[in-house]
């Protein structure tokens, strides 16, 4: 059985980078920490091994390491689309909307999250059917 593999490409084309097979973890994240290096109130990713996933170059990426945690972003210097962080527990973290943006709007199934963590972080509150993780304990990552 082949694996599926997803092409990601930013908004203007000069990033792209492939994801193959099935993701670590593909959740909501309520942390402060994916709050500050992504600027949403909630992080919707998937987390991949390194192996599973294809990189550019960094001479085509921008690369910010925030100064007061150890936490990078990475994306394109022309669009300004960001295409993946590394942060705890330091595998690539690819979020959900690179997927839809590269999938006609539509997150791809086998993606799907499966919970919230770090809920107690929260600036949100969610009302859905999916388990909460007060901190990291459901992935194995201290809170
Ligand atoms: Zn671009
Ligand atoms: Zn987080």
């Known amino acids: 059985m082949s694996e599926p593999t997803y092409v990601l490409s930013c908004d203007c084309g000069h990033v792209t980078m492939t994801a193959r097979g099935e993701p670590k973890l593909s959740l909501y994240c309520h942390c402060g920490s994916c709050r500050a290096l992504y600027t949403n109130d909630v992080l919707s990713l998937t987390g991949w091994s390194d192996d599973n996933v294809d990189v ?26 960001i295409m993946y ?10 979020p959900h909307g690179v997927f839809r943006k590269n999938n006609g709007g539509e997150l791809p199934a086998a993606l799907a ?9 929260r600036v949100l509150d969610i009302d859905d059917d999916l388990p909460k993780s007060e901190g990291g304990e459901m992935i194995g990552i201290d809170g």
């Open 56 to 81: 550019p170059d960094e001479s085509v990426l921008f690369d910010h390491k925030m100064s007061d945690r150890q936490m990078r972003r990475f994306g394109c210097p022309k669009c300004g689309m």
């Open 85 to 94: 962080g590394r942060h705890s527990p330091g595998i690539p973290v690819i």
């Open 113 to 121: 999250p499966t919970l919230h963590l770090f809920y107690r972080e």
